[in-house]
């Protein structure tokens, strides 16, 4: 096998090794909706992306992503290459609600359509404090929402109720503005 450079790649462009590490808590919702999602988290930056069941997350789902990980993993191995990152974003076997809350991010964010979250960008810590070792996590809820119960848990768990807006989103165009959102609050501070 031979092979040739068509293109020197510049060390430059692989700006995504300079961002925090995000990772982004997704309620399982129906596998080609979440496909997509995985496939737009990794282009915007992702570290990891952990799966897990809500209480309205489709029954079975759970069961069944654990035979899709390798697919997932294949989706966002091609996403990477089409960014120019140097470094995969983890996927990982889908979680429980509880273990996902304990996660020890520095900043946790929990997106809820209810309007008692204050944006999203104005949640973060001031751009002198927003460094590139900060840990970031985003929960983002199933299709119809967060119950009360999730919601009181998260916020007991420490977690802030933040907004990515005024209309209510599908959970992956959720997932895909936070993560912008998150991506664009941070780069100009670390660039």
Do not use: C
Request: proline share 7%; aromatic share 8%.
């Amino acid at each position: 096998m031979v092979f040739r450079v068509l293109e020197p790649m510049p060390i430059g462009e692989l700006q995504s090794e300079a961002l925090p590490a995000i990772t982004l808590f997704m309620a399982l919702i129906k596998f080609d909706r979440f496909e997509w999602m995985v496939e737009k988290a990794t282009e915007l930056g992702a570290t990891r992306i952990v799966p897990f069941e809500a209480e309205r997350s489709e029954k079975g789902l759970a069961l069944a992503a654990r035979k899709r990980i390798e697919r997932w993993r294949r989706i966002a191995r091609e996403s990477s290459q089409q960014s120019r990152r140097a470094h995969l974003p983890e996927i990982e076997i889908p979680r429980g609600f509880s273990e996902v809350l304990s996660d020890a991010s520095r900043h946790r964010y929990f997106l809820d359509e209810k309007p008692r979250g204050r944006p999203l960008l104005g949640a973060f810590p001031p751009v002198s404090e927003r460094v590139r070792e900060a840990t970031i996590a985003l929960l983002i809820g199933p299709e119809g929402g967060w119950t009360d119960l999730e919601r009181g848990q998260a916020e007991k768990a420490g977690w802030a109720p933040v907004s990515a807006g005024p209309t209510i989103l599908r959970a992956e165009t959720a997932a895909t503005a936070a993560l912008a959102i998150t991506l664009n609050a941070w780069w100009p501070s670390i660039h």
